[in-house]
């Protein structure tokens, strides 16, 4: 399965990337909307892993362009805040298939990807 994520914060996103490895995923790491859209036009995620709020860029930039390019490809918004909390997220991302605290364990967001990437296809 491979995975893009798409987090501001360097070291949580290799935290999740370290864990994912592990688990036998192929998994690459980027900070920025920018490093997202390269990576995605060159490359085939089955699952993207998408800080909501992203220090350089919009995450919904992230969503749209993945939608356009790979639609099959399934999209793990995280976040630290309580924006979109009320699940509206769903209705502004076709491709959204998740929404969960930045905080949420590796082991856990690992078994919210298998999840997930089961059902891309």
């Not at 998994?27 to 859209?37: D, F």
């Not at 390019?69 to 991302?93: L, M």
Request: proline share 3%; hydrophobic share 45%; charged share 15%.
């Amino acid at each position: 399965m491979e995975i893009l994520i798409v987090e501001s914060q360097s070291d949580l996103g290799a935290l999740w990337q370290r864990h994912l490895e592990r688990q036998g995923m192929e998994v690459a790491c980027v900070t920025t909307q920018e490093g997202a859209i390269s990576w995605l036009s060159i490359h085939s995620a089955d699952i993207i892993i998408l800080d909501l709020f992203l220090k350089d860029g919009t995450a919904l930039a992230v969503a749209d362009y993945a939608n356009y390019k790979q639609p099959k490809a399934r999209i793990i918004f995280v976040t630290n805040t309580s924006f979109f909390s009320d699940g509206s997220i769903f209705a502004h991302c076709a491709n959204a298939s998740a929404f969960v605290p930045s905080g949420t364990p590796p082991e856990d967001l690992a078994a919210l990807v298998e999840h997930c990437g089961s059902r891309v296809g």
